[in-house]
C-alpha cells in the first residue's frame, strides 16, 4: 500500500501561483509516473500532467503554458506549480501515481486530495 | 483529444442488483488504455478495472468490465451496499494525455 500525502496553501489569491507538494513513502519514486489530477463539481476529474522520476513530462494542453510539475528523488517527493490562477482553478487537487506500460495506463494510488480555493 | 460520454448520469438501483454502465468515446481508445474507477464521498478515486477488463488487486469478481473500440461496460453483477458510489472511465491515448468520463452515479432506489 502506498499512502501518498498532499500538502500546501488551502488559499490562493488570483494571478498568485498554486504550489503543492506530494510525499511519497518508502523511497519508492523510481519506476512510475508522478501525477496531479484535479476534480472540480463542473469539470469532473481533470488530468493536470505528470513527470516519469526521471524527468520527463507531460501536460495537458489546456493548462500546459501554467504547469509544472517536478520530482525529486532526493527528498521522494513531487510537486506540482500552476501560474496565473484564476477562480476557475478552484478544485481539489490529487496527486497520484501513474503506471504506463504496453498492458496499461492507470492511476493505482492516490492522495487523499487537498481543497484549494481562489480568492482574494 | 479523445472525449469519454458515460451514462445514464444516475442509476437508480437495489441491492442485489445487477447494473450496467457504459463509457463510450469519441475516437477508438486501444482496450490496453480504457479503466474504471469508483469514487464514494470525501475519497478519492479508486482503480477497479484496468486494460478495459481486468480486476486491479483486490477487487471483488462481482465487478467485470468489457468492450473495446468506443464502447466500453463495467458491470455489477449484484450490488453491495458499499457499491453505491460514482464509477468514472478513464482513458489513456493519443499525445499520451488522459482523460475522464463525467461518471456514473449508482444510488440506491
Known amino acids: 500500500q502506498v499512502q501518498l500525502q498532499e500538502s500546501g496553501p488551502g488559499l490562493v489569491k488570483p494571478s498568485e501561483t498554486l504550489s503543492l507538494t506530494c510525499t511519497v513513502p518508502g523511497g519508492s519514486i523510481r519506476g512510475y509516473y508522478w501525477s496531479w489530477i484535479r476534480q472540480t463539481p463542473g469539470k469532473g476529474l481533470e488530468w493536470i500532467g505528470y513527470n516519469f522520476y526521471s524527468g520527463s513530462s507531460n501536460y495537458n494542453p489546456s493548462l500546459k503554458s501554467r504547469v509544472t510539475i517536478s520530482v525529486d528523488t532526493s527528498t521522494n517527493q513531487f510537486s506540482l506549480r500552476l501560474n496565473s490562477v484564476t477562480a476557475a482553478d478552484t478544485a481539489v487537487y490529487y496527486c497520484a501515481r501513474a503506471i504506463i506500460n504496453y498492458t496499461k495506463a492507470v492511476f493505482d494510488y492516490w492522495g487523499q486530495g487537498t481543497l484549494v480555493t481562489v480568492s482574494s | 483529444e479523445i472525449v469519454l460520454t458515460q451514462s445514464p448520469g444516475t442509476l437508480s438501483l437495489s441491492p442485489g442488483e445487477r447494473a450496467t454502465l457504459s463509457c463510450r468515446a469519441s475516437?477508438?481508445?486501444?482496450?490496453?488504455?480504457l479503466a474504471w474507477y469508483q469514487q464514494k464521498p470525501g475519497q478519492a478515486p479508486r482503480l477497479l478495472i484496468y486494460g478495459a477488463s481486468s480486476r486491479a488487486t483486490g477487487i471483488p469478481d462481482r465487478f467485470s468490465g468489457s468492450g473495446s473500440g468506443t464502447d466500453f461496460t463495467l458491470t455489477i453483477s449484484r450490488l453491495e451496499p458499499e457499491d453505491f458510489a460514482v464509477y468514472f472511465c478513464q482513458q489513456y491515448g493519443s499525445s499520451a494525455i488522459f482523460t475522464f468520463g463525467p461518471g456514473t452515479k449508482v444510488d440506491i432506489k
Open positions: 475516437q477508438s481508445v486501444s482496450s490496453s488504455y
